[in-house]
């Protein structure tokens, strides 16, 4: 089992830019697709972000272009930057781990705890 720690999220406002981290211990990171998910206040979690183990890249929704997802097999982490932060965008900020490349919760084995971002207007 991987232990995943989100850091990096914070009160920002609009139009801002942010860069949330995620570093893994306890497992083979390069063998995992890694993902990133958010839930905002009184909605379910949703899909953010996908890298696979060879670097392609899936996006949820309208957020390619302004999210970026890439990761640093060296240092064991996984990025998420944000640009033009809408206050839609405030949430609590998941990284999982997979080992099949897959956009739905169900097919992440390892969860971290969360990393808050708001967003005021």
């Known amino acids: 089992q991987v232990q995943l720690v989100e850091s990096g999220g914070s009160l920002v406002q609009a139009g801002d830019s942010l860069r949330l981290s995620c570093t893994a211990s306890g497992g083979t990171f390069a063998d995992y697709a890694m993902g990133w998910f958010r839930q905002a206040p009184g909605k379910e979690r ?3 972000a996908l890298i696979l ?3 392609d890249t899936t996006y949820g929704g309208s957020l390619r272009g302004r999210f970026t997802i890439s990761r640093d097999n060296r240092k064991n982490t996984v990025y998420l930057q944000m640009n033009s932060l809408k206050p839609e965008d405030t949430g609590v900020y998941y990284c999982a781990a997979a080992g099949l490349a897959t956009t739905r919760e169900e097919g992440f084995h390892s969860w971290g ?3 808050h971002v708001t967003v005021s207007s």
Request: charge should be negative.
């Open 46 to 48: 949703e899909f953010v």
């Open 53 to 55: 183990w060879n670097g």
């Open 113 to 115: 705890q969360g990393t």
